[in-house]
């Protein structure tokens, strides 16, 4: 660990690093009331904004209802040039964009690059899926007759984000969204303004370029009110919401109330199974990547390590001294591998986290320090516990690595899979046999599972998501985009008579 965190930029040169970029984008401020712009890298407020009302909001979604029927029945590749537009502009703008997550999310310059670089990639997913939203042909029963499958544009989407990924997830959103012809409304983090407003006219741009519906895009600024009336709203057909469990709780159940859909990426508490034989290099840097990335504040961060006994010790000794070495201060600092926490409510959660830990007959090997000066910088800890108690079965949005151990195989996949949450999991191991015993049905429970990599850092070709309390939502790649799209069964009868199924007789 260095004292990086006590030399930070000055408040002014992070506002002209925001309108800087901003201006590139061609973003204009909306500067009011109601919402303040703030960076974690050294604490300050930053602008004053103007918030959307809930009178906004529903014009929004008028108007996003009204584009939709012009949408819907634009022709699938049609829809996806106006993606590939805005790919193209993400690339032209990926250092500007970038910037302002640093800016708001305190990511370090190579994850926040490859924040952008994830909108880039769906655009090009998505783009391609454009001309394959498959259906299926079905074997009829009935001779003479043909049974279909086909899929159709849902409807207005509304998009509630968090302020870890706060473009990237966006991005997933409405690329598949809008290849599926449905228009989008985005609410974004109150801690994420600038970037989103950023991200938002880059979009537009792309709309104006390709002249299509003007309102097949909103972004809605504001606090939870906000998020309410996206959510309570019945013309809003989908509601991808990412957040903790807590907020999915309520969303769900008040998306569900008007028979609308939801589509949920909630809390993770991702475990990593470390074998006798694994490759204890490889799990070193696997592992510090990912608990320690992002300041432990992804939704995949790797949370619980569960070791065998017999190379629990070696392992954390290593992990405790690469943590020693981690240089934690300014985002900006290319040196810099660990950025600040997002405020200083999450310093506080970790601190109350690591008390709870020791009182459970928990061991800080390292880490768990909050830095002198602006911003919250802490240290990685690292903790052996002796089971895996309440603490441990709960998600601090923080960088905590719980140690546990294990002597059994199966012992540990059970330990792995005893949290509510079930988003990601790895196993660290050379051996042919665990590694696809981790990866069967009774294996892990989580919505990913890696062999010999951590649990963060998913690729936009496969679906991300979780189950049990991760919310069971499916984003980004493989079919996550039927989540967009109504599903219709066609039967077409071409044989002159009319015979009913199941040989059914009445006239």
Not at 312 to 322: C, G, P, Q, S
Not at 443 to 462: F, K, W
Not at 491 to 503: F, K, M, P, R
Request: proline content about 5%.
């Amino acid at each position: 660990m260095t004292d990086t965190a006590l030399r930070l930029p000055t408040r002014d040169d992070l506002r002209e690093r925001a309108r800087v970029s901003l201006e590139r984008v061609g973003a204009v401020l909306p500067e009011g009331e109601g919402l303040t712009a703030r960076t974690p890298v050294t604490g300050d407020a930053l602008f004053s904004l103007r918030a959307t009302t809930p009178d906004e909001v529903s014009s929004a979604v008028g108007a996003a209802a009204e584009a939709f029927v012009a949408w819907r029945t634009t022709p699938p590749p049609v829809r996806g040039e106006l993606v590939r537009v805005f790919g193209d502009l993400l690339r032209e703008h990926r250092t500007d964009l970038a910037d302002l997550v640093t800016l708001e999310a305190g990511k370090i310059g190579s994850e926040a690059l490859g924040e952008v670089q994830e909108m880039i990639d769906i655009c090009d997913l998505a783009v391609g899926q454009s001309r394959q939203l498959f259906g299926r042909t079905i074997a009829s029963e009935r001779p003479g007759h043909r049974l279909a499958e086909t899929w159709h544009p849902l409807g207005v989407v509304g998009v509630i984000s968090a302020f870890n990924f706060p473009v990237a997830v966006w991005a997933w959103n409405t690329a598949n969204a809008l290849v599926c012809g449905d228009p989008v409304l985005w609410k974004p983090s109150e801690a994420t303004p600038l970037v989103s407003i950023a991200a938002a006219r880059l979009l537009e741009r792309a709309i104006e370029a390709v002249d299509a519906p003007r309102g097949l895009h909103h972004l809605l600024l504001g606090d939870r009110a906000v998020g309410e009336a996206l959510v309570d709203d019945p013309r809003v057909a989908l509601v991808s919401a990412t957040g903790s469990t807590r907020m999915g709780r309520e969303v769900g159940p008040r998306v569900a109330a008007r028979f609308g859909r939801s589509l949920l990426e909630l809390g993770g508490n991702n475990a990593a199974i470390v074998t006798p034989s694994a490759d204890l290099e490889l799990t070193l840097r696997g592992v510090v990547f990912a608990a320690a990335g992002t300041a432990g504040q992804r939704c995949t961060t790797l949370r619980r390590l569960i070791v065998h006994r017999d190379v629990a010790d070696e392992l954390v000794d290593r992990i405790a001294a690469a943590y020693r070495s981690l240089p934690i201060g300014d985002p900006y600092d290319e040196k810099t591998l660990v950025g600040p926490l997002v405020n200083a409510a999450a310093a506080d959660a970790m601190t109350a986290a690591l008390d709870r830990a020791r009182a459970e007959g928990g061991e800080v090997v390292t880490g768990g320090r909050r830095l002198d000066g602006p911003g919250e910088y802490v240290e990685p800890a690292l903790v052996r516990m002796p089971g895996q108690t309440g603490v441990v079965r709960e998600e601090t949005f923080a960088p905590i690595l719980y140690v546990l151990t294990y002597d059994d195989f199966d012992e540990a996949i059970a330990l792995q899979n005893d949290v509510p949450q079930g988003l990601s999991s790895s196993v660290f191991t050379t051996d042919q046999a665990e590694a696809e015993r981790f990866l069967a049905a009774d294996g892990s429970d989580c919505g990913i599972a890696n062999v010999n990599i951590g649990t963060s850092g998913a690729e936009i070709g496969g679906a991300f998501g979780g189950e049990k309390e991760t919310g069971g939502g499916r984003e980004s790649g493989s079919d996550a985009w039927k989540a967009y799209m109504r599903r219709s069964t066609t039967t077409v009868n071409y044989s002159g008579h009319l015979a009913l199924a199941q040989n059914v007789s009445f006239l």
